[in-house]
């Protein structure tokens, strides 16, 4: 039942990043505009839906019987930035999508309002980016607060390795800052999941 437990954390802990480095590998390096291929843009967006939950329950694990303040935090934390990341990453990328695509499909004549419409999107107004971004230093304050949790239990260059690819990650999910975010994210989780452990390294040495 342990076995299958821990095999089971581990393959969220380590599975659910690497799908999102998969995703941020796959991801066009802009948004799409008038004339865009548009359908991989919005598949990803709508895996992104099912990733960031994921995500949220890799920090929930991570932070799994930790009893200290900082924990506390991340706890509360994630799910907050389960919804504002949702709203304002995952929604929003499919929306985007789904306006370039129906640009594309106008007769010729309106495209040229509607791409205006859609470059319009890239100069977001002061309050989209306090949110995009505030999303984003969500992320970042839930990851910090889980690497605060840890810093008596896991090895400080996995801490490091996780602090920077949380740092990194809130640049964005496309390449190349999403997949070296995640990436030293991931890094820092399988440093602090495999290191040998006091009681593993007993029962080893009573074997031996």
């Known amino acids: 039942m342990v076995n299958s437990r821990r095999t089971w954390r581990r393959v969220v ?4 990043p690497s799908l999102y480095m998969v995703l941020g590998l796959l991801h066009p390096t802009a948004n799409p505009e008038l004339g865009d291929e548009t359908e991989l843009f919005i598949g990803l967006h709508i895996a992104q839906l099912f990733l960031i939950v994921g995500l949220g329950y890799v920090l929930w694990l991570l932070v799994e019987g ?11 934390l994630i799910i907050p930035f389960v919804v504002a990341y949702t709203a304002l990453d995952a929604i929003l990328g499919i929306a985007w999508g789904i306006a370039a695509e129906t640009a594309n499909d ?17 100069s977001t107004d002061l309050r989209g980016l306090i949110l995009y ?7 970042l304050a839930v990851a910090l607060a889980v690497v605060a949790a840890l810093k008596d239990d896991a090895p400080p ?7 920077l690819g949380a740092a990194v990650f809130v640049l ?17 989780i399988a440093w602090a999941e495999f290191r040998p452990r006091p009681a593993e390294m007993l029962s080893q040495a009573g074997g031996t």
Do not use: C, T
Request: hydrophobic share 55%.
């Open 133 to 139: 971004w505030g999303a984003g230093l969500l992320w």
């Open 106 to 122: 106008l007769p010729a004549e309106d495209q040229r309002g509607a791409g205006r419409l859609i470059h319009e999107l890239v």
């Open 13 to 16: 802990l380590l599975g659910v």
């Open 66 to 76: 930790v009893a200290n303040r900082a924990a506390s935090v991340a706890r509360a």
């Open 157 to 163: 260059g996995a801490l490091v390795s996780m602090s």
């Open 172 to 188: 964005g999910h496309a390449p190349p800052m999403g997949p070296i975010g995640m990436g030293l994210f991931l890094l820092g």
